[in-house]
C-alpha cells in the first residue's frame, strides 16, 4: 500500500479562488499558486523574490482535452511573471503571454535553490510534462542541462517527485502520471494500483463492442475497442469529447461505419467512456458489464463498497 502524505493547504485570503500556499511534510518546497486575477497580489509575496520554477497554466482552444502549460525558471520569479503579464502582441520577443489563466510556483522554506537548481529543474519537468502527455507545452523541447553534481541532481529528482505529489492536489494534472492498465493481469508488477474487472460494452445493431478497465481513478477504453461511426446523441454532454478524440486521431474509422480506438484512452469516468463508445449520452453504470460475471459497473461497485464496509466487522475480536 502507497504511504499516506501530509499536505498543508492555505488560503491565503480566505476564499478558494484566491491565492493558495501548499507545503507537504518533511519537504523544503513552497508552492504558491493563483489566478492571474491575483497577480498584483502574488507578485507582493515575498516568495516571488525567490529563485524558483513556475508554471503558467490556460485552456488551449483548439483542444479541450489538455490545457496549455509553460514552464519556465528564474532567480527572480515576481519579475518573470510581471513580463509574462504583458501583451503578447505588443511584447514581442519580451516575454509577454497572453493564454494563461493561472499561476503556480515552487520555491524552497530554507532557500538553497539556485540558480543551476532550478535550471536543471526546469529541464527534467519539460521532460516529464512532454512523456506524460497530459498538456500542450508551449516551451517546445527540453534543453538537456546536466552541469549539477550528483548529489545535487539526486535532491532535485526527489524535489520533483514532491512537485509531481502536490499539483494534482492543486488542480494541476499535467505531471500526473497516467497508469496504463495491464493487458496481462497476472505478470503485472504486484506495485501496480489495484485495477478493477476487465468490462465490455456491446451494441449488436451497431456492430459495436468495447473493452475497458478501472484503474488508479480513471477509466480505459482498450485500443481495438470499436466505437460509434459518428455523434448521433444532442449536441451537448460529451459530444465536444467525442469530436476531439476524432480530432486527435485516437477514434479512426473502422469498417461498417463504426470507429477504433487507435490507442488506450483514458476517461474521467465509465459514464464518459460509455458515451464516447455509443456515440450519445449513456450511463456507464449500468452500460458496462464485468466479463464473465455478467456484472454491471453499478453493481461491481457496490459489491467493493459493501465488502469493504463489512471489513471491519469481521476483523473484530469475538
Not at 525558471?73 to 503571454?97: F, I, W
Amino acid at each position: 500500500m502507497t504511504q499516506g502524505r501530509s499536505i498543508r493547504l492555505f488560503l491565503v485570503d480566505g476564499t478558494p479562488n484566491g491565492l493558495l500556499t501548499a507545503e507537504i511534510m518533511n519537504w523544503t518546497g513552497h508552492v504558491l499558486t493563483g489566478p492571474r486575477s491575483k497577480l498584483s497580489e502574488l507578485v507582493q509575496r515575498p516568495e516571488c523574490g525567490r529563485t524558483g520554477i513556475y508554471f503558467l497554466v490556460g485552456p488551449d482552444p483548439e483542444n479541450s482535452l489538455r490545457p496549455l502549460v509553460y514552464i519556465g525558471e528564474s532567480d527572480d520569479v515576481g519579475t518573470r511573471l510581471k513580463q509574462h503579464n504583458r501583451p503578447e502582441a505588443v511584447s514581442g520577443s519580451g516575454g509577454g503571454k497572453d493564454f494563461w489563466e493561472k499561476v503556480c510556483l515552487v520555491t524552497s522554506k530554507d532557500q538553497n535553490l539556485t540558480k543551476a537548481h532550478v535550471k536543471y529543474l526546469e529541464s527534467l519537468l519539460i521532460q516529464n510534462a512532454g512523456q506524460v502527455g497530459r498538456c500542450k507545452l508551449i516551451n517546445g523541447t527540453a534543453h538537456e542541462y546536466i552541469n549539477l553534481p550528483e548529489s545535487d541532481r539526486a535532491d532535485m529528482a526527489f524535489f520533483v517527485e514532491q512537485i509531481r505529489t502536490v499539483l494534482p492536489v492543486l488542480g494541476f494534472d499535467f505531471l500526473r502520471e497516467t497508469s496504463r492498465p495491464s493487458r496481462m493481469p497476472e505478470e503485472a508488477p504486484a506495485a501496480e494500483p489495484e485495477a478493477s474487472p476487465r468490462f465490455t460494452l456491446e451494441v449488436p445493431r451497431h456492430g459495436i463492442r468495447a473493452t475497458g478497465q478501472e484503474i488508479d481513478g480513471e477509466f480505459y477504453v482498450f485500443k481495438g475497442s470499436l466505437a460509434r461511426g459518428s455523434w448521433v446523441g444532442t449536441e451537448r454532454g460529451y459530444q465536444s469529447l467525442y469530436n476531439q478524440l476524432c480530432e486527435d486521431g485516437v477514434l479512426v474509422e473502422g469498417s461498417n461505419g463504426t470507429r477504433v480506438f487507435n490507442e488506450d484512452q483514458s476517461f474521467s469516468s465509465p459514464s464518459a467512456a460509455a458515451a464516447v463508445v455509443s456515440g450519445r449520452s449513456a450511463n456507464g453504470r449500468i452500460s458496462w458489464k464485468a466479463e464473465g460475471s455478467g456484472m454491471t459497473y453499478g453493481e461491481w461497485q457496490d459489491q467493493q463498497v459493501s465488502a469493504a464496509a463489512a471489513q471491519p466487522e469481521e476483523m473484530a475480536p469475538t
